[in-house]
């Protein structure tokens, strides 16, 4: 079956430490999303991707890089420059970049991946 | 810029009840508009959209939502809830974002609570 994989599920990493997480798809969607969710924030947006080598930053981008060399897979790095990196973090993809597309079957998401810094 | 607010943070109802969550939101473009669900330490999971189709529109479980353009309001509803309605519930409008291309903004959330 078609999904997104984000792995591993839980994350543990001392601070200062950078850590990459992992988001791949086998839906052949064009874009790809990285959001961040707090308790009682709802989720945010770190970075977006609507086509390979190509990403724009979203509402939070400090602290966080990426990188889209495939069409399947979209890693997230947290770096030590993130303040706040304990957070339950969520990928998405859509069929196709643009508001037709977006309008018409939203975002399809993965399982999320908890990070906790220590 | 576009918003979404989901008022209350925590909504209880009994098991049988009416579950009604509500969203407004505001878009200087038609807009359009999606609610999901959340179970714990999962991802979201799309429950019905609006695309200016119809405002009445259904979803998955038994879920529904009307748009009311006069009101800037997208509220989910369920005539009669169930134990497994638990969860926590999202709004979302969809977008140009800063750079151009098309997002998905979403509420703060909206957790469900149902008692026996």
């Known amino acids: 079956d078609g999904g997104i994989t984000q792995s591993p599920k839980y994350l543990f990493r001392k601070e200062g430490q950078n850590v990459t997480l992992s988001c791949e798809q086998n839906?052949?969607?064009?874009?790809m999303y990285w959001y961040r969710q707090d308790p009682g924030q709802g989720l945010r947006l770190i970075y977006y991707?609507?086509?390979?080598?190509?990403?724009q930053k979203g509402d939070i981008a400090e602290g966080y890089s990426v990188s889209r060399e495939k069409k399947e897979s979209f890693p997230l790095t947290v770096t030590s420059a993130q303040k706040n990196p304990t957070a339950f973090y969520l990928c998405?993809?859509?069929?196709?970049?643009?508001?037709?597309?977006?309008?018409?079957?939203?975002?399809?998401f993965g399982s999320g991946t908890r990070l906790t810094v220590v | 810029a576009q918003s979404v607010t989901q008022l209350g943070s925590h909504v209880s109802v009994s098991e049988g009840a009416l579950v009604l969550l509500r969203c407004n939101y505001s878009?200087?473009?038609?807009?359009?508009l999606f609610w999901y669900v959340q179970y714990p330490n999962q991802g979201l999971q799309l429950l019905l959209k609006?695309?200016?189709?119809?405002?009445l529109v259904k979803g998955i479980n038994g879920f529904e939502a009307e748009f009311k353009k006069s009101e800037t309001s997208f509220h989910l509803t369920k005539p009669s809830a169930h134990m497994r309605d638990a969860a926590e519930y999202f709004c979302?409008?969809?977008?140009?974002?800063?750079?151009?291309?098309?997002?998905?903004?979403f509420g703060k959330g909206t957790m469900l609570l149902v008692s026996p």
């Open positions: 998405a993809s859509s069929i196709a970049p643009g508001q037709g597309a977006l309008s018409t079957y939203g975002y399809t």
């Open positions: 839906l052949n969607h064009d874009a």
């Open positions: 991707s609507q086509i390979v080598n190509d990403f």
């Open positions: 878009s200087s473009v038609p807009p359009y």
């Open positions: 609006y695309t200016s189709a119809a405002t």
């Open positions: 979302a409008l969809g977008g140009a974002h800063g750079s151009g291309y098309s997002t998905l903004t």
